[in-house]
Every structure is written in structure tokens, then in C-alpha cells.
């Protein structure tokens, strides 16, 4: 196993960041720290790089002991969410720059550097500055520069987090892309549930300081082991007293075998979904379903009109702790 994190503490004051945290992240792999803001991915990742020293517990890089040992010796690459690019160099120096100040062989740096930028698509770029380079540019830059030095595990911080929307989707998958060609062990932090899920080989979901559950996408999405997992990975929504995802909701113009019957009471057009709100209670907060435009289209319904929902067999589904479908609040900060 390439990362072993064992009841690793950190607390800041009174405020615990961690909180006993222990988990393994697979060799090879590309995992992803997902949570909201405030949770402690973040003071995980630095911890493991060395950059913040834990109160108590340990961890351990490639079967050795780095607990104690400091960021330069762990061989570790980082990449933060504002590039933290040299602006006074080249994108070609930048990539050198760890070599250089290890002293290696000249011509060994030239073609470490012709090839790494070759592999992030920059081999046209390498006599500017990286103000000269878009975003999504200068965020590539940072990964080759810290793939340069070979390490054994390549940590990303909100590596996109920065970037547009668009931008942000395409250097996603690039991501996969490169990780699949290099192979080298790769966390990232991210907020964002859907990147997580695209891209990961394996989540750990953290949230105040503890972890929440870790998996593969499928495994945390299927089957979440607790309601703020199922509620942080995408929208839900409550029917019959559980926590349900709104495709999982079946909807019928008429009656049929162990469907509740409803009210619309609001309707709103997506893009290519409809996003629909029925109540079977006036007083209630009403349940989300989210159905394909065509799906709705055959409803022949409007606000005002009876359905009847179902859960589709299979569905995820678990008792809610309260009625209330929105993310349960956690902190803005860290």
C-alpha cells in the first residue's frame, strides 16, 4: 500500500481539524479527499506531504515512516490551486527547477523537461513566462513541474478549483488521462461531487475531521454509509419518511401498485431534465423528482395535476433524520 495514515490528530487551537483519521490510499491509484469546506481534507493532504506536522498518530510513504521526516525527503510532488509558478522564469525552467536543485546532469534536465512538457501538451510554450499562459495552461505547467523529480506520490490541492467551469471539466479528464499514462499514486483534494466521482479510482469522504466512508464512485454512491454522504453526492430528496436521489423516483399519470399519490406543485425546465415537485401532504416540504424532458412530455401534467410516485427497485434509499433535503450546513472556511 502506497499511503498509510494511522489516527492521525491535528487541532488548531480549540478547533480539531482531524480527528483520529485513519485510512489507506491503494499504490498506483488516483483517490480523491472529498468533503465540504471546513472538513479537513485539506490538513490531511498536508500532513501527508509534510507541510503540517500532526499532534499524534503517523503515517507511512511506500512502506517507509515519514511521520517525522520532512516535506523534501518524503519524495512526494505538490500541486496547489494557485500554481505558485516562479514569474520571473520560463515554463521550461520552472519545470526544471527541482532538477536543477538537486544537481542533475544537464542534458538529463533538457530531456526530462522536453519530455514532460511533450506529455502535458506544452511543448509549444516553453520559452514563456507563465503569465503568458492561460489557466488551464499554467495549471499543467505545475503538474509536470512536479512530476520532474519522479516522486512516488503526486499531491493536488483544489488543483482546478481556480479555473471556469469548462476549463475545470477538461483538465479533469486530462487528469485521468495523464494518471493513466504515468501511473504514479495521485490524491487530490476536491468539493466538487461530480469531479470526484469522474475521475477517482477511490474516494474517502471527509467531513469535521473524520472520515465519513471511503470506496470506489460506485461503492460511495450505491451505498452510502451514512445520510451526509448520501446527501453531499448529489441532490436527494425525502419521500415516505426516507432519503431518496430524484431519478430514483418513478412518476405515473395514474394509479398503480405501491405508489403515493401527489400534487405538482412546481415544475422547472433544466436544460435537457425536468426537475419536478410533488406533495402528498399540503403542509409538507414536497419531494424533488428529476425526470428526462421526453419522460415528462408523456406525463401530460402540470401544477396542479395528481401523480403517483414510486422508488424504482433498487434505489439507494435510507431513513431520514430530518425532512429537510437540502446538505446539512458545514463550515465556509479551510
Excluded: C
Excluded at 481539524?17 to 498506483?28: F, R
Excluded at 506544452?122 to 488551464?136: C, E, I
Excluded at 495523464?178 to 487530490?188: A, C, G, I
Excluded at 461531487?193 to 470506496?215: K, Y
Amino acid at each position: 500500500m502506497s499511503i498509510i495514515v494511522n489516527s492521525v490528530t491535528k487541532r488548531y487551537g480549540s478547533f480539531v481539524a482531524l480527528d483520529d483519521v485513519s485510512v489507506t490510499i491503494p499504490s498506483g491509484r488516483l483517490t480523491a479527499l472529498l468533503g465540504p469546506s471546513g472538513g479537513g481534507k485539506s490538513t490531511l493532504l498536508r500532513v501527508i506531504a509534510g507541510l503540517e506536522t500532526a499532534d499524534s498518530g503517523a503515517v507511512s510513504i511506500e512502506g517507509v515512516e515519514a511521520t517525522d521526516l520532512p516535506p523534501q525527503k518524503r519524495n512526494v510532488g505538490f500541486v496547489f490551486q494557485h500554481y505558485a509558478a516562479f514569474k520571473h522564469m520560463s515554463v521550461a525552467k520552472n519545470v526544471a527547477f527541482g532538477l536543477e536543485i538537486r544537481k542533475r546532469p544537464k542534458e538529463e534536465i533538457k530531456e526530462r523537461v522536453d519530455e514532460l512538457l511533450k506529455l502535458v501538451h506544452l511543448s509549444q510554450f516553453g520559452d514563456r513566462l507563465p503569465s503568458q499562459l492561460s489557466g488551464g495552461q499554467r495549471q499543467r505547467m505545475a503538474l509536470a513541474r512536479a512530476l520532474a523529480v519522479e516522486p512516488s506520490v503526486l499531491l493536488l490541492d483544489e488543483p482546478f478549483g481556480a479555473l471556469d467551469a469548462q476549463v475545470r471539466k477538461e483538465l479533469r479528464l486530462w487528469l485521468r488521462r495523464l494518471h493513466d499514462e504515468v501511473h504514479v499514486t495521485t490524491v487530490f483534494v476536491t468539493h466538487d461531487q461530480e469531479e470526484a466521482l469522474e475521475v477517482a479510482d477511490d474516494i474517502v469522504v471527509i467531513n469535521q475531521g473524520r472520515v465519513e466512508q471511503s470506496g470506489t464512485p460506485d461503492e460511495i454512491y450505491d451505498s452510502p454509509a451514512s445520510e451526509f454522504v448520501m446527501r453531499f453526492l448529489g441532490p436527494t430528496t425525502v419521500f415516505e419518511g426516507a432519503v431518496v436521489r430524484p431519478h430514483d423516483l418513478d412518476v405515473f399519470s395514474m394509479a398503480v401498485r405501491e405508489a403515493v399519490r401527489a400534487e405538482v406543485t412546481d415544475v422547472q425546465r433544466v436544460g435537457h431534465e425536468v426537475r419536478l415537485t410533488a406533495s402528498a401532504n399540503p403542509q409538507g416540504p414536497g419531494t424533488s423528482v428529476a425526470l428526462t424532458r421526453a419522460h415528462f412530455r408523456d406525463l401530460e401534467v402540470d401544477v396542479g395535476d395528481t401523480v403517483w410516485l414510486r422508488l424504482a427497485p433498487g434505489a439507494s434509499h435510507m431513513a431520514a433524520a430530518s425532512t429537510d433535503p437540502a446538505i446539512p450546513a458545514t463550515p465556509s472556511a479551510g
